[in-house]
């Protein structure tokens, strides 16, 4: 998947006045995967996609691998990277995000994100929102974080 900077520039936008959603750390059975400081974004009319930022930590002594997101209020969750391409910014499906042991990685404007896609109707401030996370090694992660207004 592959879009231009024109479809990237309201979200963008978006997050330059963004809060910090502190979403409880969920960890079912004892697993080594955090997740942590979920920003879910309040959707401007009409959209049908939304975005969520957060930090993800492998507290474990194993590689880990994210495989699939779902949300009930998404038809499709996907990882999402920005990058510069032939100079141009783009965005690009991650599959299999893989987090080596010890490391963190942030979610944030210009970098990795969740796409939720087909969201309808669009995401409410004040809203709560499911999120579960399938690794490959672990118990599925399922939390929720309440959609703000930024
Ligand atoms: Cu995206």
Redesign the pocket.
């Known amino acids: 998947m592959l879009l231009r900077l024109s479809f990237l520039l309201p979200v963008l936008f978006f997050c330059l006045s963004c809060g910090e959603a502190k979403s409880p750390q969920v960890s079912p059975g004892g697993a080594v995967i955090e997740i942590k400081h979920v920003q879910l974004r309040e959707m401007a009319p009409g959209a049908k996609n939304g975005v969520a930022y957060l930090t993800m930590h492998n507290g474990g002594a194993e590689l880990a691998t994210l495989n699939y997101v779902h949300s009930p209020r998404a038809e499709a969750v996907e990882v999402?990277r920005h990058s510069h391409e032939n100079g141009v910014m783009a965005?690009r499906e991650v599959k299999h995000l893989r987090l080596a042991p010890g490391e963190s990685l942030s979610f944030r404007p210009g970098g990795y994100?969740l796409?939720l896609l087909g969201v309808e109707p669009g995401l409410q401030r004040g809203e709560n929102v499911e999120l579960i996370f399938e690794f490959e090694q672990q118990p599925a992660i399922r939390l929720t974080a309440e959609v703000k207004h930024m």
């Open positions: 999402h965005m994100h796409m």
